[in-house]
C-alpha cells in the first residue's frame, strides 16, 4: 500500500497517464493530488473527466489549486476572470467545447467538493501552496493563501541550510507537522527538474505547466516518478501561456 502524491497537471493529460503507468498504481495505492488539474495544455476537461472517472475505482484525495478556483468560478457564473484568462484560462474554456453541460455540472461539483488542505493520520499536510499563519492551517485567516502562498517554500528554502530540525528557532509554521507536501512553484524556477525538500517541506510541482515533467512522489520511500517532458507530449503546443 503506497499514497502517491502528484504535483500540478495543467491539462496535460497524456502527461498524467504516463506518470500513472510509471508507478506500476494497484488498487491498494492511495493517489493525493496537489491541485491545479486545468489551464496550460490542451485537454484540462478532459484531465477533469479522467480523474473522475478514477476516483470510481481507486482511493483518491484532490486539493484544490488556485487555477481550479478560477475555472470553478467560472463554470458556476458563466464569467471568466482575466488574470486567468491570461494564465491558461482561454485554452481551458475551449477544452470544454467539447463537454457536456451534466459533464460540466459533475466537474463543477468536483471542484466546489475539493478541500483546501488535508492532514493524514502520520501528521502529514497537504496542500497546494502554502499558508501563514504561525499557528497552522487551522488558525489560517485568509483561505486564499493555501492555494496561492509562496512564502512557505521561499521561508523553507532559505532557512534549510542554517537550521537543524532541534534548533529552538525552527520555524514555528513548520513545526506542527511531520511533513508538508506543496505544488504550485514550479521546481525548474530552482533549475531543478525533480521534487525539491527544504526543512519538512516537499515541493512536488516539476513545471508540468512548462518544460518540466510531471512527478509523483512515494511518501514513504520518497521513490520519485516522471512523465517524459510535457513539451514532448504536446510538441504542438509550445508557447502557451501558463503559470
Given at each position: 500500500?503506497?499514497?502517491?502524491?502528484?504535483?500540478?497537471?495543467?491539462?496535460?493529460?497524456?502527461?498524467?497517464?504516463?506518470?500513472?503507468?510509471?508507478?506500476?498504481?494497484?488498487?491498494?495505492?492511495?493517489l493525493l493530488?496537489?491541485?491545479?488539474?486545468?489551464?496550460?495544455?490542451?485537454?484540462?476537461?478532459?484531465?477533469?473527466?479522467?480523474?473522475?472517472?478514477?476516483?470510481?475505482?481507486?482511493?483518491?484525495?484532490?486539493?484544490?489549486?488556485?487555477?481550479?478556483?478560477?475555472?470553478?468560478?467560472?463554470?458556476?457564473?458563466?464569467?471568466?476572470d482575466g488574470?486567468?484568462?491570461?494564465?491558461?484560462?482561454?485554452?481551458?474554456?475551449?477544452?470544454?467545447?467539447?463537454?457536456?453541460?451534466?459533464?460540466?455540472?459533475?466537474?463543477?461539483?468536483?471542484?466546489?467538493?475539493?478541500?483546501?488542505?488535508?492532514?493524514?493520520?502520520?501528521?502529514?499536510?497537504?496542500?497546494?501552496?502554502?499558508?501563514?499563519?504561525?499557528?497552522?492551517?487551522?488558525?489560517?485567516?485568509?483561505?486564499?493563501?493555501?492555494?496561492?502562498?509562496?512564502?512557505?517554500?521561499?521561508?523553507?528554502?532559505?532557512?534549510?541550510?542554517?537550521?537543524?530540525?532541534?534548533?529552538?528557532?525552527?520555524?514555528?509554521?513548520?513545526?506542527?507537522?511531520?511533513?508538508?507536501?506543496?505544488?504550485?512553484?514550479?521546481?525548474?524556477?530552482?533549475?531543478?527538474?525533480?521534487?525539491?525538500?527544504?526543512?519538512?517541506?516537499?515541493?512536488?510541482?516539476?513545471?508540468?505547466?512548462?518544460?518540466?515533467?510531471?512527478?509523483?512522489?512515494?511518501?514513504?520511500?520518497?521513490?520519485?516518478?516522471?512523465?517524459?517532458?510535457?513539451t514532448d507530449?504536446?510538441?504542438?503546443?509550445?508557447?502557451?501561456?501558463?503559470?
Open positions: 500500500m503506497r499514497t502517491l502524491v502528484i504535483g500540478d497537471i495543467h491539462g496535460g493529460l497524456k502527461a498524467l497517464v504516463q506518470l500513472l503507468g510509471r508507478t506500476k498504481l494497484t488498487k491498494n495505492d492511495t493530488f496537489l491541485g491545479d488539474y486545468v489551464d496550460g495544455w490542451s485537454q484540462s476537461a478532459q484531465v477533469v473527466q479522467f480523474l473522475l472517472e478514477l476516483s470510481k475505482n481507486q482511493d483518491c484525495i484532490f486539493i484544490k489549486g488556485n487555477h481550479d478556483v478560477w475555472c470553478e468560478n467560472w463554470l458556476k457564473t458563466g464569467r471568466a488574470v486567468w484568462l491570461a494564465h491558461g484560462g482561454e485554452g481551458t474554456i475551449e477544452s470544454y467545447s467539447a463537454i457536456t453541460a451534466i459533464e460540466k455540472m459533475q466537474h463543477l461539483e468536483f471542484f466546489e467538493t475539493m478541500p483546501l488542505y488535508h492532514i493524514d493520520d502520520q501528521n502529514r499536510l497537504f496542500l497546494h501552496a502554502g499558508f501563514t499563519s504561525m499557528h497552522g492551517v487551522t488558525n489560517e485567516t485568509h483561505p486564499e493563501t493555501f492555494y496561492f502562498d509562496r512564502t512557505l517554500w521561499e521561508m523553507a528554502l532559505a532557512a534549510d541550510r542554517m537550521i537543524q530540525s532541534t534548533d529552538v528557532n525552527y520555524p514555528n509554521r513548520v513545526r506542527h507537522y511531520d511533513e508538508i507536501y506543496i505544488g504550485h512553484t514550479p521546481t525548474l524556477n530552482f533549475k531543478e527538474t525533480i521534487p525539491m525538500n527544504a526543512l519538512n517541506v516537499w515541493n512536488i510541482d516539476t513545471g508540468a505547466a512548462f518544460t518540466g515533467r510531471l512527478s509523483a512522489i512515494d511518501i514513504d520511500d520518497k521513490m520519485v516518478f516522471q512523465s517524459d517532458p510535457v507530449l504536446y510538441p504542438d503546443e509550445m508557447g502557451r501561456n501558463k503559470s
